[in-house]
């Protein structure tokens, strides 16, 4: 049994103002006076004071140029938030003060961004399927190419095809017609694809 219930705060300095604040808060419920009651009772247990000078303020200010006021309100707001609305005060405060909810930002955020990975190579594999099925259907055409008119063929396609993928349709060109004991790569490797075609079409 817990006979203190000190015992129960965090040791943490911020993290326990934060407690005793939502705790004084909460028992004051309906007689609170003023427009920042979270942050003045913060204030009180974390500076000793309700309303502390700007130069304390300024460990929990997001922008240095802020006002007391403006200062007192943002840290009003986020502890309203149970430390949701980081953006409101300095971060490295923010993470002191709700160091769970930093956890569940990066958490959040890790997730965020391999989902987004997942779905850029879902894309990239589907264009990539896509890409070989129409490499395969000028692969197929190619093979109706007659010998003098693959230097045309290879002209009127470099449009649509990258130098490896005429090279790749050439190649299948050769393996389908030619008849020789040479190897494609062993006779062109190094070619450009138009140097190639035209080659084939003395051959």
Same mark, same amino acid.
């Given at each position: 049994m817990i006979k203190n219930q000190l015992a129960l705060l965090p040791t943490e300095p911020a993290q326990k103002a934060v407690a005793l604040a939502f705790?004084? *808060?909460?028992?004051?419920?309906? &007689? +609170?006076?003023?427009?920042?009651?979270?942050?003045?009772?913060?204030?009180?247990?974390?500076?000793?004071?309700?309303?502390?000078?700007k130069s304390y303020l300024l460990v929990v200010a997001d922008s240095s140029s802020d006002? *007391?006021?403006?200062?007192?309100? &943002? +840290?009003?707001?986020?502890?309203?938030?149970?430390?949701?609305?980081?953006?409101?005060v300095n971060w490295y405060f923010a993470n002191c003060a709700f160091p769970s909810k930093s956890t569940s930002t990066e958490t959040r955020f890790t997730n965020h961004t391999e989902m987004m990975v997942t779905r850029s190579n879902k894309i990239a594999d589907k264009e990539a399927r896509l890409r070989q099925a129409y490499l395969e259907s000028k692969k197929y055409r190619i093979l109706n190419v007659s010998q003098k008119d693959l230097p045309a063929w290879v002209a009127d396609e470099e449009e649509n095809l990258t130098e490896l993928e005429l090279n790749q349709c050439l190649r299948h060109w050769f393996n389908e017609h030619d008849k020789s004991d040479y190897k494609f790569y062993d006779l062109y490797y190094g070619y450009t694809a138009s140097r190639i075609a035209l080659d084939l079409s003395f051959a």
């Amino acid at each position: 049994m817990i006979k203190n219930q000190l015992a129960l705060l965090p040791t943490e300095p911020a993290q326990k103002a934060v407690a005793l604040a939502f705790a004084e *808060v909460i028992k004051k419920e309906g &007689k +609170l006076r003023g427009e920042t009651p979270f942050a003045n009772a913060f204030c009180r247990f974390y500076f000793g004071k309700s309303r502390p000078a700007k130069s304390y303020l300024l460990v929990v200010a997001d922008s240095s140029s802020d006002t *007391v006021p403006e200062i007192m309100r &943002k +840290l009003d707001r986020f502890l309203e938030s149970n430390g949701e609305k980081r953006y409101l005060v300095n971060w490295y405060f923010a993470n002191c003060a709700f160091p769970s909810k930093s956890t569940s930002t990066e958490t959040r955020f890790t997730n965020h961004t391999e989902m987004m990975v997942t779905r850029s190579n879902k894309i990239a594999d589907k264009e990539a399927r896509l890409r070989q099925a129409y490499l395969e259907s000028k692969k197929y055409r190619i093979l109706n190419v007659s010998q003098k008119d693959l230097p045309a063929w290879v002209a009127d396609e470099e449009e649509n095809l990258t130098e490896l993928e005429l090279n790749q349709c050439l190649r299948h060109w050769f393996n389908e017609h030619d008849k020789s004991d040479y190897k494609f790569y062993d006779l062109y490797y190094g070619y450009t694809a138009s140097r190639i075609a035209l080659d084939l079409s003395f051959a």
